[in-house]
């Protein structure tokens, strides 16, 4: 028999997904390897519900950590980024209208730097 892929294994004459949990996932998952049937004695039949199968662990590894990502951003220092993003917001709103304002006045004086041309009479 050729060898086989790397998560692919048999037992008797069935052929089975075996992938390694990610560490920092396995607490979450519950386990540190995932070992599950493909159904299938043929060989080509298994390479493909292995790519089909690896590809589904893999999505939920990924959703495990984003969770976990998630959670961690929304209780890191009792919502210290989230504090810090709306100070930010607030100042960056503060210098746009101080820009703004700024703008206006510079405007105003240079119009009523020469009354003569304010009025034609």
Request: with cysteine; hydrophobic share 40%.
């Amino acid at each position: 028999m050729p060898a086989l892929p790397e998560r692919l294994m048999i037992r008797g004459k069935t052929f089975y997904c075996r992938v390694c949990v990610p560490a920092e996932v396995a607490p979450s998952f519950g386990r540190k390897l995932v070992v599950t049937s493909l159904r299938t004695q043929d060989l080509r039949t298994a390479k493909q519900r292995l790519a089909r199968a690896t590809v589904d662990l893999e999505n939920q590894f990924e959703a495990i950590c984003t969770a976990k990502t998630r959670e961690a951003m929304s209780h890191d220092a009792g919502g210290y980024h989230q504090q810090a993003l709306v100070q930010i917001v607030r100042q960056f709103g503060v210098e746009v209208e101080d820009q703004s304002f700024a703008e206006r006045v510079r405007i105003f004086e240079v119009a009523t730097a020469d009354p003569r041309r304010l009025c034609r009479g």
